[in-house]
């Protein structure tokens, strides 16, 4: 055991390692002055570069940090307390929630930036509420059960809502506007959005962190969580809140990227262990290289910019196929690991 | 006498109003140090009454008192320091190993941002050979047999140092080995203090371990008190509807069904 604790300890030390050269390579990386790298000592001389650095590439390369940890947390967070190796974040009716108070606000105000940030972030927050409250009235199968198919029903609603939005907006300047931020992307963040979700993200991320190995009891049955001396509604209920707050809160600067949640806990479980106290860490030190990386080649791979949920989605469903045909690595490792 | 360790005065519970009842007026007390069976029918009520007995469970009226106070002046954490819960099965959706999973029975003793420690793991490795499975702790939990697994999650109860033990049917999945291997461990567990309460579909077993045995058939007591004055052939006749013979020897005693 003691072999094993160092052993994931290590292994988050060298994720961290990974992720600090993922993130200075993604400063130095772009479009100027000619497409790729642009060396330290360049930079050191090029006062346009430097500017370029601080003022457009930090901030989104943090932008990308919060997003791909804060999606990847709240996504193991909902996988365990749901019990449910299948449910990503935006599933409460989040993303949807978030797509239609984007749209709606692309159409009927002004387009500023700020009012989508936040209408798209209060709409996100109702379709987590709207779902937990329609499965309190549910009459039908168990909790999670419930909170499932409230949560697809939600999402249904604010899709359908989308469509009627999208069928009204002006074809030539709303529409591709509502398309692009649902494809999701970094493009438009600056200083004043990543500041703006930080505090949210810090607070709910750490809280979200604190509770890494009670989230091995919350993901056991509610009867057996409650004979272990926990209150699995009340302790569900506030992971639920915080992880839906993260998910929100980044999304709504970044449009709707997807698989991130999805994929990235995965791996992480497959990496190291499925006891969050190693599989939180791991999920959203591999979630912000995994977001890193894709926003960098988003903005650098081609002239204009590719939308960061296309790449997400086809990097991720591309792994999670590979994942899951693998079996051979999962019998090795539990072979591995009988032998005393 | 002493007072009792759990006590359940006249509790009724239905499950949806307007149904009938499925526990009726129903007391019943446990004193320390006993091992107390809860016979009966299926549907009879048994694990509806070991949930109210958890607290996880409601009754419609009537009181519990644990140690003289009722079950609702406890928190959450002391009611999982006083009592822990075998279920009868459980799924497991991630895949921990045997001593991660272990380490969850530390919940109550843990606060909610707290870890488990070195003392907590040694907790944990300790309950492991009390059952026997100290060769499996880098296993995943998943992958053991069902005897194992039963034995791994008494384990686990053990792990939270209970000072009652509450089983579902602890035996009704296991071979004869198994089943005896949980029998001497109940036995060891009794000799060092530890209350037990279970519910069981056998009555061999009931009279083999208990000290005490509660009859329930429709959600009432049909009889209860010491097990040797409870276990008659008479009585268990009277609890399942069919002709039962309960044979007596020194140390030994076999319940099985005639025509």
Redesign the interface.
């Given at each position: 055991?003691v072999s094993?604790l160092r052993r994931q300890r290590r292994g988050l030390v060298i994720l961290l390692l990974l992720l600090a050269v993922t993130v200075l390579l993604a400063v130095l990386t772009g479009r100027y002055p000619s497409p790729g790298l642009i060396s330290p000592a360049q930079l050191l001389e090029d006062p346009l570069a430097q500017s370029l650095v601080l003022n457009l590439r930090l901030p989104r390369i943090i932008a990308a940090l919060l997003l791909g940890s804060g999606l990847a947390a709240a996504g193991l967070v909902f996988q365990?307390i749901f019990?449910?190796?299948l449910v990503e974040p935006g599933f409460l009716g989040v993303s949807q929630g978030a797509a239609f108070g984007a749209s709606v606000s692309i159409v009927a105000f002004a387009p500023a930036l700020w009012i989508i940030q936040l209408s798209s972030a209060l709409c996100a927050l109702i379709g987590l509420a709207v779902s937990y409250i329609m499965a309190r009235h549910f009459h039908f199968g168990g909790w999670v059960l419930r909170l499932i198919l409230a949560g697809i029903a939600v999402s249904a609603l604010f899709s359908s809502g989308i469509g009627i939005v999208k069928f009204v907006a002006d074809p030539m300047s709303q529409l591709p506007e509502i398309t692009f931020w649902m494809l999701g992307g970094l493009w438009s963040v600056d200083w004043q959005q990543a500041r703006s979700i930080l505090p949210v993200c810090i607070i709910g991320i750490t809280l979200l962190l604190?509770?890494?190995?009670?989230l091995?009891?919350l993901?056991?049955?509610d009867?057996?969580a409650?004979?272990?001396?926990?209150?699995p509604f009340r302790?569900r209920l506030l992971l639920l809140v915080t992880a839906t707050a993260v998910t929100a809160a980044t999304i709504s600067i970044s449009g709707i990227v997807s698989w991130v949640g999805l994929i990235v806990p995965h791996i992480a479980?497959r990496l190291f262990?499925?006891?969050g106290?190693f599989a939180l860490p791991a999920s959203m030190i591999i979630g912000a290289i995994y977001v890193v990386i894709c926003d960098t080649l988003a903005r650098t791979v081609l002239d204009g910019e590719i939308p960061l949920g296309v790449l997400t989605s086809f990097i991720g469903a591309g792994l999670f196929l590979v994942l899951l045909s693998k079996k051979r690595i999962k019998k090795g490792k539990?072979r591995g690991?009988?032998t005393? | 006498m002493a007072n009792p360790l759990l006590e359940i005065q006249d509790i009724s519970y239905r499950y949806r109003m307007n149904t009938t009842p499925v526990l009726q007026n129903l007391s019943m007390s446990i004193e320390k140090g006993t091992v107390n069976t809860i016979l009966g029918p299926n549907g009879a009520g048994k694990s509806t009454l070991l949930d109210i007995c958890l607290g996880w469970k409601e009754p419609e009226t009537g009181r519990i008192l644990l140690n003289q106070h009722d079950i609702t002046s406890f928190s959450r954490r002391q009611m999982g320091r006083w009592m822990s819960l075998v279920p009868q099965d459980e799924q497991v959706r991630f895949e921990y190993t045997v001593l991660e999973y272990l380490l969850l029975g530390r919940a109550p003793y843990l606060s909610q941002l707290e870890m488990p420690g070195p003392e907590d793991v040694d907790i944990a490795r300790r309950a492991l050979e009390k059952v026997g499975l100290q060769h499996l702790q880098e296993r995943p939990a998943s992958k053991l047999s069902g005897g194992e697994h039963q034995l791994l999650m008494i384990a686990r109860a053990l792990v939270q140092e209970p000072h009652i033990l509450v089983l579902d049917e602890p035996t009704s999945r296991l071979d004869p080995g198994n089943r005896q291997r949980v029998v001497n461990l109940l036995k060891t567990l009794l000799s060092h203090g530890v209350t037990i309460l279970f519910t069981t579909h056998d009555p061999t077993l009931a009279a083999d371990i208990s000290t005490h045995a509660l009859l329930l058939k429709q959600g009432k007591v049909l009889h209860s008190g010491p097990e040797e004055k409870v276990l008659t052939s008479s009585n268990l006749s009277q609890l399942y509807g069919i002709n039962m013979e309960v044979l007596r020897r020194e140390d030994k005693t076999i319940v099985f069904s005639t025509h």
């Open positions: 055991m094993t365990m019990a449910n190796p604190g509770y890494r190995w009670r091995n009891l993901s056991m049955d009867r057996t409650f004979s272990l001396g926990l209150a302790e479980r262990s499925s006891d106290r539990y690991e009988s005393p | -």
